[in-house]
């Protein structure tokens, strides 16, 4: 069973940065896509930032793009989103996810996704 722990979630005004690690235990995780996702307080989960299973290809959503940057160390079995000039509409929880596929490339779909964490928490002050 894949456990994945996010971490490097807080509290940080407008235009600071924060790095986000999810790392994954107790199954194969450096042959997967991954994905990040974020939910605000009453709205739906929404796509991120994914990486393909080689980190060769990533994929942003738009409003991120320029801003975000996401990685992998699969010699760590680990996965990175590196938040720049962050703004208070960024604020919400972020959860990882492992794709559904072996070799996955990116998807911003979260119905390819089997395994998530259980989400850290970005507040970003005005």
């Known amino acids: 069973q894949v456990q994945l722990v996010e971490s490097g979630g807080g509290l940080v005004q407008a235009g600071g940065s924060l790095r986000l690690s999810c790392a994954a235990s107790g199954g194969t995780f450096s042959h997967y896509g991954v994905g990040w996702f974020r939910q605000a307080p009453g709205k739906e989960r929404d796509f991120v930032a994914a990486i393909n299973w080689s980190g060769g290809s990533t994929y942003y959503v738009d409003s991120v793009k320029g801003r975000f940057t996401i990685s992998r160390d699969n010699a760590k079995n680990t996965v990175y989103l590196q938040m720049n000039s962050l703004q208070p509409e960024d604020t919400a929880v972020y959860f990882c996810?492992?794709?559904?596929?072996?070799?996955?490339?990116?998807?911003?779909?979260?119905?390819?996704?089997?395994?998530w964490g259980q989400g850290t928490q970005v507040t970003v002050s005005s």
């Open positions: 996810a492992r794709r559904i596929r072996y070799e996955s490339g990116t998807s911003p779909l979260a119905y390819e996704y089997d395994y």
